[in-house]
């Protein structure tokens, strides 16, 4: 099998991890329309509970992964109650500089309790090596993740489209006050979609650790990559999320395959084209 | 009604006639820039720095508080004009004031070409447009080490004294009168355009983006020509960068130094003019007290900050100062 | 025979299944006062946004005084003498009254993107503008920010805006919405006050100002045109009093 397919493998890998950190903010941002550049705080806060129960408790690392989903929801719904739910009818800049905010107190206090190292992460022998198929090898550990975000996918999708719950967030969506016009709490929609989200992203910052690092900075590091997603993607959707994030896990990856020197160059001028041809983004509206 | 009489005899003319007029605030602001000279001759350095960043910060006020487009990426044009005026020195031609208008024409044009683009879009997609522009520029400027250094910066920027006579001391005088100058120059540029009927285009714009076209506006064409005269003023800051430090990195069109201006511009207050310097002149003089401090603490305190801003103080230090005068000087009476 | 003002033929736009306008063919006469009746959805200031390019038609064409302005973009139009206000007023909070149509004058006298000559210059446009909010009864509060001013004199100031532009034809989207009776006065006066060289569409519930300034009137029901009448024809028409006369809730059929 050429190497291409080796490189797109750990594209499609790159790019689930950034479905499951992006995937919340869509969805927020498309119902509420409240730019929360604090989204991958709760990504880092679930890498470091993993961390903290795998090191200090001896915890094994598949069970802290439910752990970090809840630790990451919880923080969101306190955060939410106490500062987000006073602007979601402020301007764009006052929510971007109040999440901006919250964004620099995490780095602070991250680096404060856990310093500024990289974590160190013990996946379990099984999770380990790779296997190796038609002459390439493949990471089991990305496997594992292609696996889980597969999953949590189509579990997404399903309760998107097949549920009532699912057709409330898509009602609330689309248009937020027809949505209050025919009965649904949109507030207690948002609340409980928020928690889920974040919570994703606190699986997907646990999940990151052991192929992208965990370090304070991780914060604002993948923001960028995430605004992408969600930009390009279109808000307010998941398959846009999960196309998006697949586009630019991918390009990503051939980027630094075929043009090193240029490095991430790639992902940006990918995101500058979708953005000029269709400004909403691909699955986005208006 | 008395305020009916007040506004009759006041007529429309003489009301903006008063708007346009320094207040004795203003000069006492200019007045107070003289006074490091005085007071402070040890922080002159520290002085010429912040009336750079001041002078960024002004431009990012025209297009941010004045015109509501929200920029992660401003950095890119005050980086181009660094870059600019320490390559021309770099290749032999160190005279400081054509390497100014070198720095601002080719900021300027920059900030045209991309205008073109900004122009088009509104809400998310023009921020992360903005934030696309800056990140693909830093990309471009680190791949393209060999002529801008790379991750060492420039070497070898030497500054030739302004107008044959004025050299660069190490005390910083020479730097801190070029900076001050410079940014008082550009000052009057803005605040021309802020009192101009392009000041109050775009004041619409911001105000009610969508209202303008239905009055016949071209508001494309108005945004447009505000982006590209501020991104030829944060060139300008960007050379004075280069020229008075002697040094370029690749920091200097950055996605810290864009964010870090937008904050200092928040803090002062956006839409006023002064807000930029001032909360330039807050930021910085901060961050030199506690220089010591380990920079994870300093964002911490950052952070806090912007969020006590945002909750408490949304139009910043100068909004702050104002609400506070007109609560203690109840002039006018209520309708 | 004298060209009409502005005129729709066969304009056409849905969004999916749901047509917003079907087949609409309007002539408005120069100088004429015409009013646009209908129920809530049926297609009224989507044909206005249609009218004045917020909107792109998928078929169909606008004509203006002669001139085909399908294809020009809604400043464009304006220029040319097009203008509406909205029925939900969009005005610039933070601007006073009289900075927001000197704003519209400037832009019309072609000068808003002046920036090297302060705003003082401009004294005939300052003046201009502050005739026009005299006109209108607003020169008192002229120096007041737009959101200190009440709700009706909110709306004058809407007029005040298309009229600075010096409009050929203008479309006025519910002019007397959501304003209580004790403020109405000023806005009916504005209205009568108007020009007879502004052709005048408007359209409106209030059935007091349809009779009272409207010599004919169009009733649009789920996208199409109705009939066209004069007011007295349109309030003894039954189909009319089915659809919508019935839910007037102010002013009846004399």
Same mark, same amino acid.
């Given at each position: 099998m ?29 119902m ?31 069970l802290t ?10 923080? =969101? ?5 106490v500062? &987000? ?10 929510q ?17 309790i ?8 013990? #996946? ?9 198929f ?24 399903a ?7 699912g ?26 979609t ?25 914060? %604002? ?20 999320s ?5 586009l630019?896990?991918v390009? !990503? ?21 979708? *953005? ?11 | ?31 107070a ?6 007071l402070t ?9 912040i ?8 431009s ?6 004045? +015109? ?38 080719t900021a ?12 088009? &879009?509104r ?6 447009i903005?934030l696309?522009?800056? %990140? ?19 070497q ?31 000052? #009057? ?22 209202r ?5 506006a ?17 060139? *300008? ?20 130094r ?19 310097p ?13 220089s010591?401090l380990?920079?994870?603490?300093w964002?911490f305190?950052?952070?806090?900050l912007?969020?006590a801003?945002?909750?408490?103080m949304?139009?910043?230090i100068?909004g ?7 609560? #203690? ?7 | 025979? =004298?060209?009409?003002?502005? =005129? ?8 999916? +299944? ?7 063919e309007?002539? %408005? ?10 129920p809530n ?5 989507? /044909?206005?946004? /249609? ?10 064409? *606008?004509v203006?005084?002669g !001139? ?7 400043d464009?139009r ?11 007023? =969009? /005005? ?5 009254a ?14 808003a993107?002046t920036w ?6 401009y ?23 737009t959101?200190e ?14 009229l ?14 959501g304003?209580?009776?004790e ?8 209205i ?7 052709t005048? #569409?408007?359209?409106?519930h209030?059935?007091?100002l ?13 996208g199409?045109?109705?009939?066209e ?8 028409? +039954? ?16």
């Amino acid at each position: 099998m050429p190497p291409v397919f080796g490189m797109l493998f750990d594209g499609i890998a790159y790019g689930m991890l950034l479905f499951l950190m992006s995937v919340g903010l869509s969805v927020t941002l498309g119902m509420m329309n409240f730019v929360n550049l604090a989204h991958c705080s709760f990504a880092m806060l679930g890498g470091y509970v993993a961390v903290t129960l795998m090191n200090a408790f001896g915890w094994p690392f598949l069970l802290t992964l439910p752990i970090a989903f809840l630790a990451a929801a919880a923080a =969101s719904v306190v955060l939410e109650r106490v500062f &987000f739910r006073r602007f979601y009818n402020a301007g764009e800049l006052e929510q971007c500089l109040l999440t901006i905010g919250i964004v620099f107190v995490s780095i602070a206090g991250a680096a404060y309790i856990y310093g500024t190292d990289q974590q160190p992460v013990h #996946l379990p022998p099984y999770l380990q090596g790779s296997i190796v198929f038609a002459g390439l090898d493949f990471a089991i550990y990305r496997l594992f993740l292609i696996g889980i975000a597969l999953v949590i996918t189509v579990v997404l999708i399903a309760t998107v489209e097949a549920t009532r719950f699912g057709a409330q967030v898509r009602a609330a969506v689309n248009n937020q006050r027809m949505a209050r016009g025919l009965g649904i709490d949109v507030d207690r929609l948002f609340a409980i979609t928020f928690a889920l989200g974040s919570g994703l992203a606190g699986l997907g910052g646990a999940l990151a650790i052991a192929m992208l690092g965990l370090d304070p900075s991780f914060a %604002l590091t993948y923001l960028i990559y995430v605004l992408i997603v969600v930009s390009v993607g279109g808000l307010g959707s998941v398959a846009g999320s999960f196309v998006a994030a697949m586009l630019l896990g991918v390009s !990503d990856e051939a980027g630094k395959y075929y043009i090193p020197a240029f490095g991430s160059v790639l992902i940006y001028l990918v995101m500058m084209v979708v *953005i000029m041809w269709r400004p909403a983004g691909l699955f986005g509206r208006r | 009604m008395s305020s009916a009489t007040i506004d009759a005899a006041f007529g429309p003319r003489q009301f903006l006639r008063a708007q346009n007029r320094w207040r004795w605030t203003e000069i006492a602001f200019w007045l107070a820039t003289l006074l490091p000279f005085v007071l402070t001759p040890d922080y002159l350095v520290l002085a010429s720095q912040i009336a750079i960043t001041g002078l960024f910060a002004l431009s990012l006020d025209l297009i941010l508080g004045f +015109s509501g487009i929200i920029s992660l990426g401003h950095a890119a044009y005050f980086g181009m004009g660094a870059y600019t005026a320490g390559l021309l020195s770099v290749w032999g031609w160190g005279e400081p004031l054509t390497g100014l208008l070198a720095a601002g024409v080719t900021a300027g044009l920059f900030g045209y070409l991309t205008s073109f683009i900004i122009a088009r &879009f509104r809400h998310l997609a023009l921020i992360m447009i903005t934030l696309g522009i800056g %990140l693909l520029l830093q990309e471009a400027a680190n791949s393209a080490s060999f002529i801008t250094g790379g991750f060492d910066g420039l070497q070898g920027i030497h500054t030739w004294p302004i107008l044959n006579r004025f050299d660069f001391d190490l005390y910083g005088r020479t730097a801190y009168s070029y900076a001050l100058v410079v940014l008082f120059l550009t000052f #009057l540029v803005a605040r021309r355009i802020i009192h101009s009927p392009f000041g109050l285009s775009l004041r619409g714009i911001r105000e009610n983006g969508q209202r303008m076209p239905a009055i016949g506006a071209a508001t494309r064409a108005h945004i447009r020509t505000i982006y590209t005269i501020a991104a030829v003023m944060a060139g *300008i800051a960007g050379a004075l960068l280069a020229q008075t430090t002697e040094t370029v990195s690749l920091e200097t069109l950055g996605f810290q130094r864009s964010a870090d201006v937008l904050v200092m511009l928040i803090l002062g207050g956006t839409g006023r003019l002064y807000g930029g310097p001032i909360g330039a002149i807050v930021y910085m003089v901060a961050r030199d007290q506690f220089s010591g401090l380990n920079p994870q603490y300093w964002y911490f305190w950052i952070g806090l900050l912007l969020i006590a801003v945002v909750m408490f103080m949304p139009d910043g230090i100068l909004g702050g100062l104002a609400l506070a005068l007109r609560r #203690l000087t109840p002039r006018r009476a209520k309708d | 025979m =004298s060209e009409s003002a502005l =005129s729709a033929r066969g304009i056409n736009k849905s969004f999916g +299944s749901l047509i917003v306008a079907s087949d609409i063919e309007i002539d %408005l006469p120069a100088g004429v006062r015409y009013a646009l009746i209908g129920p809530n959805g049926a297609g009224k200031t989507t /044909l206005i946004n /249609l009218m004045t390019g917020m909107l792109r038609p998928d078929a169909g064409r *606008i004509v203006l005084g002669g !001139d085909d302005i399908t294809a020009l973009p809604p400043d464009e139009r304006v220029r040319r003498g097009l203008v509406r206000t909205f029925q939900i007023n =969009s /005005l610039f909070p933070h601007l006073t009254a009289l900075e927001s149509v000197t704003l519209a004058v400037c832009e019309r006298r072609r000068v808003a993107s002046t920036w090297w000559r302060p705003l003082t210059a401009y004294g005939e446009e300052v003046d201009e503008a502050h005739a026009i909010l005299s006109r209108l009864a607003l020169a008192a509060v002229c120096h007041r920010r737009t959101r200190e001013l009440a709700y009706g004199q909110q709306r004058l100031l809407e007029i005040a805006l298309a009229l600075a532009a010096k409009p050929k034809v203008l479309l006025l989207d519910e002019p007397a919405a959501g304003v209580p009776r004790e403020e109405s006065q000023d806005l009916f006066a504005a209205i009568a006050g108007l020009s007879r060289d502004i052709t005048v #569409l408007f359209i409106e519930h209030d059935m007091d100002l349809v009779f009272r300034f409207a010599s004919r009137v169009i009733v649009m029901v789920g996208g199409r045109v109705l009939l066209e009448g004069t007011p007295a024809e349109i309030a003894a028409d +039954s189909r009319v009093r089915a659809v919508y006369l019935g839910k007037a809730h102010r002013g009846t059929a004399p």
